[in-house]
C-alpha cells in the first residue's frame, strides 16, 4: 500500500467504512511501514460525536469471556449502538495467526451490520494482548463506534496489559478460581473496574463472591462484584449499566 492511498483510507475511516478499517488493522497488524503516518493521521482526527467506550474483558481461559462479550454486544445493539470487538486469540504455531475461535462462537453477531469483529493472534505478545490491538483499539473510537469490547487471550495473571488502554476492564471469573485469587490477592483491587463471578449458578459462586468482597473492603471505592449466568444471558443488565453510566461521565 503505498502512501497516496493513505488519505482515501482515512475518509473511509472517518465514515466508519468497512473497508477502510480492514486495511488500517492490517497495517497494524503487520507493522507495515504506513504505521506511524496512518497512528498520527488518526490522532489528528476529532472525537466523534459517539459514545466512545472501551472495555477489556479479561480472565482464564474458560471463564466464558467470549459469551459474556456476545451477551453485552446484543445489548448494545437493542440501543442502537455501534460495536466493535477485538478478539485476542492464541497464536497457532504452524501459520502463527489467531485460531479464530472466539468469531466462531460470535458468529450470530457477525453477521449484524452494527457489529464489527476482528479476530487477531497474541503473537507472544505478555499481557494477553498486542499493540495491534491497543491501536485498533483507537482506530474504532475514531470511526465512531460506541463501545470496543477488548477480549484477551486468557494467559492467567500476567493478562492484564489492557487495563492500560481502556475506559473499563471486567475481570471474569468462575467459582472453581479461588485458588488463582488467593494467589494475587494482594493486587487484586488493581486488576479491574469490576470482577464477574460468571457460571454463578455452579457451587461456589457465593464463596467467591464472599472472598472478593473480604479481598476489595478499604480504600476509596472497592470495585464492583457482578454475578452472571452469561450462557443464560442472565446478570448481564447491570454489568452494561455500569458501562452506561461510564458513556454519560465521558460526555
Known sequence: ????????????????????????ISIFEDNAP????????????????????????TGSAGSGKSTLIAALAKMMRRDRKKVAVIAVDPTSPKTGGAFL??????QELAEDPGVFIRSMASRGARGG?????????????????????IETVGAGQLD??????????????????GDEMQFMKAG??????????????????????????????GGKSAPAIFKTIAEQKKGIEPLYQLICRCCREQK
Open 188 to 217: 487484586l483491587r488493581e486488576l479491574a473496574d469490576a470482577f464477574v463471578i460468571n457460571k454463578s449458578d455452579r457451587p461456589g459462586a457465593q464463596v467467591m463472591e464472599g472472598f472478593l468482597k473480604q479481598a476489595l473492603t
Open 129 to 149: 494482548v498486542n499493540r495491534a490491538a491497543k491501536d485498533t483499539a483507537q482506530l474504532f473510537l475514531k470511526a465512531g463506534y460506541d463501545f470496543v469490547l
Open 1 to 24: 500500500m503505498t502512501t497516496n492511498l493513505l488519505q482515501p483510507m482515512i475518509q473511509g475511516i472517518k465514515k466508519g467504512e468497512v473497508r477502510s478499517l480492514a486495511q488500517a
Open 160 to 177: 492484564y496489559e489492557v487495563t492500560r488502554f481502556v475506559d473499563l476492564t471486567f475481570l471474569v471469573l468462575t467459582p472453581e478460581a
Open 34 to 57: 504506513l504505521k506511524a503516518r496512518l497512528l498520527t493521521k488518526l490522532r489528528s482526527l476529532p472525537r466523534p460525536l459517539a459514545c466512545g467506550v472501551s472495555i477489556g474483558i
Open 101 to 106: 475461535g472466539d468469531r466462531i462462537r460470535m
